[in-house]
Structure formats: C-alpha cells, structure tokens
C-alpha cells in the first residue's frame, strides 16, 4: 500500500503561473504563465515533493508550416487524455487601458504524442465569438476591461463526461442572482460547456451553436428577465454560486466533479492585500457546488492555478499562486467532500 505524503510547500522558479495540469503518460506538469508562456516540467514528481520546481523547458507553439503561434495573456491550460491534446485558453479580456487584443481572444490546442513530443499547434479565436455573439451579458462585459467586472476568462478544465468537452471559467463578470440568501452574497459565477470542441479549430463560422447550456437552471437574475424568457436570456451561461467570487482555475476529478478555484472577481489596478479565495467542489452539474475545508492555505496568497495528479496512486491537489519572479505552490492530498 502506497504511503500518503504530507502536505507540501514550495516555490516554482517561473513568474505569474496563471495555470497548470497533469499528464500521466508520460508524467509531466504543463505550466501556464501569463506573461512568458508554456512551460513543460519533464520530472514533476521529485521537484514537487522536494519543494522547489526549477527543471522545465519553454514550449513555443509552431503550426504545420512551422510559423510561431501568436498569443498573450493566457489564463489556464486543459489535457483531454483520450485524444492526447492539450488546451489552453487567453483571457478575452481588454487591456488595462481598453483596447482590444485579438492574440488574447484565442484558444490554442497541441497534440502529444506517446512519448511526450509536443505536435503543431491549431488557433482559433471562435470561442470569443460566439459567447460575444450568443450572450448579451457576455457581449456587454466584452466592452469592459476588467477592473470593471469585463469579459475576463480564467479556468479551463477538459470534462470527459459524454465523449467529451471544455468546461470554461470566467473570473468576470458575474451574475446577481434575486434569490434571497442569508449571507446576502447575490453574485454567481459563470461556467460556458463547450460540447463540440474540433468545431472551434475546424468550423469557427459554426461558432455560434458551439456553447452548450446545462440541462437545470435555478433561479433569476438582475437585468435578464425579458418578456418572460429568462431561460432564453440566460443561455448559454451556467451560474454557480462560489460565495459572491469568481473563477480562477478548475480541475476536473473523474467524469463529473469539478474542482474549482474562486477569488475576486474584479481584477483592480490598484494594489490590494491579500484577496479572499476558496477552493470549491462540484460534485454534479445539475447540483451546486461545496466549499472545501482545507487543511491549511499554505502561505498563498493569491492563488490562481489548480491542478488534480496522481502520485504513486494516491489523488493530490497542486494549487499555484500568480505572483512576480517565482510562484508558490500548495501541494496537499486531496480533501474530503460530501
């Protein structure tokens, strides 16, 4: 019987890692950093436990014709490990000073192969599209940067449920829900299932039937009740009530759950102390998620990657902060949910 590990910190020597996942086969930490790019850590195992990760080589993203893949700002990366292709996701937002960025508005995929060698990159900026095109409340936040609560996308996670589909986090905007709650937070995140994922990279004109809303939908919300189709307005967005937070990062756990990382949903331009976060879990996509006791935060402070591996059979959560020069990381086993 494998032995469980203790809870461990440590740092990673790369700035501002936004998103992380787990390859199995073979084992590797695929790195998002939202200033310098993809990282790929070729022996995750010891660095992680040892606490200090500094051994990973730069991706730089190349199409069949071997021309550089243009993108910045991206936020989180997915593994579909059925077609061996990896996902990572940019923000959608504004810049800071307003303007428009289409190297943000994509969404890139990478084949690899058995033995790890990472193929031609495809990029799309179809996904942008079609929740602009498909989504009042999203195409009015696309118009905000996100100081203002604007478009702003940050968790990705590939769900293998139903042969498979990205699962889409927005750090903002939310959602005021009319309900009435006790600890009176109204605002509820927002999560896009995206069931026809080649139709992206292969049909981007078809881009607008690509989201998918969920089966059950609970409730109203401020500002989309139209003639009485609020279930028109409300798709194709997923609300989930995260404690008035938004999402940060999302890792998946068998076929259904989820977990999910939450913070601030407003990204100010002032600095500010450490913001609150929460790590969540869905158990169920008709249901609502749980908020997770932790056994301990580990020091982050601003926490914005979460990652689910296994190591020598036993599940782990790894949860990264986003912060300058290095960024530290929680590496704990997994937590016990209802």
Partial sequence: MSKQLPVTTGVIHLAEVSGACWISEPERLILVSDESGIFVVEDPARQLIQGEVRNFRQVVPQDAGRARIKFDDLEDVAWDPDGRKLYFLGSHSLKRNGKRD????????????????????????????????????????GQRTTSQAGLNMEGLEWSREEGGSLLVGLRSPTLTSTAKREDKLQEDAILL?????????????????????????????????????????????????????????????????????????????????APPWDVWYLAKPDEQPARVSLPTRGGLEFPEAICRLELDGEPYLLLVEDTPEKSGYLLLPCPKRD
């Fill in 193 to 273: 299932k995206l069931p026809r994922v080649p139709g992206l990279f292969e049909h981007p004109a078809a881009a607008a039937v690509l989201v998918e809303a969920p089966a059950k939908k609970e409730g109203t919300y401020v500002g989309w009740v139209e003639k009485g189709k609020a279930e028109d307005r409300l798709a194709p967005l997923w609300p989930l009530n995260l404690g008035g937070m938004g999402i940060r990062g999302l890792a998946a756990e068998g076929k259904k759950g989820l977990w999910i990382l939450a913070g601030l949903a407003m990204d100010p331009n002032h600095a500010i102390g």
């Fill in 102 to 141: 289409t190297d943000r508005r994509v969404v890139l995929r990478l084949p690899v192969a058995a033995d790890g060698t990472i193929g031609a990159a495809a990029r799309t900026e179809a996904l942008g599209q079609a929740v602009e095109r498909d989504s009042p409340c999203l195409s009015q936040a």
